[in-house]
């Protein structure tokens, strides 16, 4: 097994203590909404980025609009290595097509706007700020 840096060794403490934490303030627990962790691979080396995705294990790879995606479960967790498309794929281009758009002309556009006159108006704008308990401990109570 690799030794760890300094630096990771101190993210695994502190997922152990968070997890030990969340363990004893279950009513804190039930607030917890994070069911993703994400791992933004940077960079645009696609062999480097499938050998961090082999470490995943067991792993189902996706694809969106956007990213190339490698998760693996944990429990009710989800673990995400994501990388752009631009970065790890190579973009083939399979066809392409002669679509027809309606436009408005921009020189009629221009000539309109610059036909219209610009007024001032008056409006209110809420000015707020906010006023939270000076002590949480009081507040508790």
Known sequence: MNELTEEQTAKIVGLRELADFLEQTPELLDMVSFQNMYMFYRGADVQDFARKALLMGNFTKSSDGRYLNVERRFGSINLQLTAPHEDVCEKVVIDSVEVEEEQRDPELVRAALEAIPVVKVT???????????????????
């Open 123 to 141: 409006r209110t704008v809420e000015r707020t700020e906010w006023k939270c308990p000076p002590s949480l401990v009081e507040a508790a109570r």
